[in-house]
C-alpha cells in the first residue's frame, strides 16, 4: 500500500508570485497542444494551413476550454447551488472544471473559428483531435494527481499499487484513478489516434474515433473513479461522468458511420 505524498500544491514561489501545479497542467497541456497541431499542418500541405492559424487555433482553443470547462461544471454537476451562488461561478481559482463541459465550449470555439476562415468545421476537428489526449494527460498527473483530488473508490486488499490519499474521508486503499486516465484517456487515446491519423482519412473520421474512444475510456474509468460526494450514482449505478460518456460514444459512432459512407461515395 501507498500514501499519496502530498505535494505542495505550488509549485514555485517568485516573492509573492505562487505558481501551482494546476496552472502548470494546463500550460503544459497548451504547449503540447501547440507542438503537435504545428506537425500536423506541416504533414499536410496541400491544405493551407498558415503559421498564424496555430496561434488562432490556441487561442480558441483555450478560451473553449476554460468557459466551457467552467460552465459545465456548473450546470452538469451544481446547477442548484450556483442558482444559490451566482458570483462564485466566476471563481474559477477555487476549482471546478468539467472536461466535458470543456469539449462542448472546444467545439463552439473551432465552430467560430472555422467560420471565420471560411473551412469545414469537421476539417478543423479532424486536424486537431489527434492533439488533445495529451493535454488530457498533463492535467491528470500535474493537476489531479499531484493535488490528491478526484482520487479512486476503494482498492480490494490484493492490488499492490493501491492508495491512502489523505484528503480523502477514510484511511483506506484506493485506486489511483487520476493515473488511469492519464494512462488511459491520454496516452493510449494518443497514440491510437496519431496512428489512425499517419493515413488520410475521410473527413470526420478522426473527430468520430476521438469522440468514441475518449467515451469509452472514460466510462471504464469511472468504474475505479469515486464519484463527486454531493451527486453519488445516478441511474443504473453509474456516476454522472458515465451518464455524459454516452451521448459522447453516441456521436462519435454516428460521425463515424456518416464519414464511411460519405468517403465510400467520394
Known amino acids: 500500500m501507498w500514501v499519496h505524498p502530498q505535494f505542495d500544491p505550488v509549485a514555485l514561489r517568485l516573492g509573492p508570485l505562487a505558481i501551482h501545479w494546476y ?3 494546463y500550460l503544459l497541456a497548451f504547449a503540447l497542444f501547440f507542438y503537435l497541431v504545428r506537425r ?4 499536410a500541405p496541400q491544405a493551407g494551413w498558415q503559421a498564424r492559424d496555430v496561434d488562432d487555433l490556441l487561442f480558441f482553443g483555450v478560451l473553449g476550454v ?10 452538469f454537476y451544481k446547477p442548484a447551488y450556483y442558482l444559490a451562488h451566482p458570483l462564485e461561478a466566476l471563481m474559477v481559482w477555487q476549482g471546478g472544471m468539467s472536461f466535458h463541459g470543456g469539449l462542448l465550449g472546444v467545439i463552439v470555439a473551432l465552430a467560430l473559428y472555422a467560420r471565420s ?39 480490494a486488499a490484493d492490488v499492490p499499487w493501491a492508495m491512502v490519499f489523505p484528503q480523502a474521508p477514510d484511511r483506506l486503499p484506493r485506486h489511483p484513478s487520476q493515473i488511469y486516465q492519464a494512462l488511459g484517456e491520454g496516452l493510449l487515446l494518443f497514440v ?12 470526420g473520421a478522426l ?16 468504474y475505479f473513479r469515486e464519484p463527486d460526494d454531493f451527486l453519488g450514482l445516478r441511474w443504473l449505478q453509474l456516476s454522472q461522468g458515465q451518464w455524459l460518456c454516452v451521448p459522447m460514444v453516441l456521436g462519435g459512432v454516428a460521425l463515424m458511420l456518416w464519414s464511411a459512407r460519405k468517403g465510400n461515395k467520394a
Do not use: H
Open 23 to 25: 496552472g502548470l497542467s
Open 40 to 43: 500536423r499542418m506541416a504533414a
Open 66 to 75: 476554460v468557459l466551457g470547462g467552467r460552465l459545465g461544471y456548473v450546470l
Open 117 to 155: 476562415r471560411q473551412r469545414p468545421f469537421l476539417q478543423v476537428t479532424d486536424l486537431v483531435a489527434p492533439c488533445v489526449p495529451t493535454g488530457i494527460a498533463a492535467v491528470r498527473l500535474l493537476g489531479n494527481f499531484v493535488n490528491g483530488e478526484l482520487w479512486g473508490r476503494v482498492a
Open 192 to 203: 491510437i489516434l496519431w496512428f489512425y491519423a499517419r493515413k488520410p482519412r475521410p473527413l
Open 207 to 222: 473527430s468520430g474515433l476521438f469522440l468514441v474512444g475518449y467515451g469509452c475510456l472514460r466510462f471504464v474509468a469511472e
